[in-house]
């Protein structure tokens, strides 16, 4: 069982940057592959990012790709989401996930965090 809770979310002018970080519970953190996830309102919850459980591998979407940057911290059981560039299409609630699979679909993961929100003004 892990339990993930993130923080760092809030309101930025576009082309600011926010760090997103999500503590993970449980000693079998390194275990599992990480990734963010977000979701708009109206909108289908999409793929972000994702990081391996070692760290070594990481993939991105398109959309994100060069101004998003994931990294994981194993000694501290958090995974951090570096946002830089950000664009009012990136308002979102962002969430982060931990499975086996280092998939980049939302069923791939199993454990959830309540998400945090993020607001990007024009």
């Known amino acids: 069982q892990v339990q993930l809770v993130e923080s760092g979310g809030g309101l930025v002018q576009a082309g600011g940057s926010l760090r997103l970080s999500c503590v993970a519970s449980g000693r079998t953190f390194r275990r599992y592959a990480m990734g963010w996830f977000r979701q708009a309102p109206g909108l289908e919850r999409e793929f972000v990012a994702a990081?391996?459980?070692?760290?070594?591998?990481?993939r991105y979407a398109d959309s994100v790709k060069g101004r998003f940057t994931i990294s994981r911290d194993n000694a501290k059981n958090t995974v951090y989401l570096q946002m830089n560039s950000l664009k009012p299409e990136d308002t979102a609630v962002y969430y982060c996930?931990?499975?086996?699979?280092?998939?980049?679909?939302?069923?791939?993961?199993?454990?959830w965090g309540q998400g945090t929100q993020v607001t990007v003004s024009s």
């Open positions: 996930a931990a499975d086996n699979t280092y998939g980049v679909r939302g069923v791939d993961y199993e454990y």
């Open positions: 990081i391996s459980w070692s760290g070594s591998s990481t």
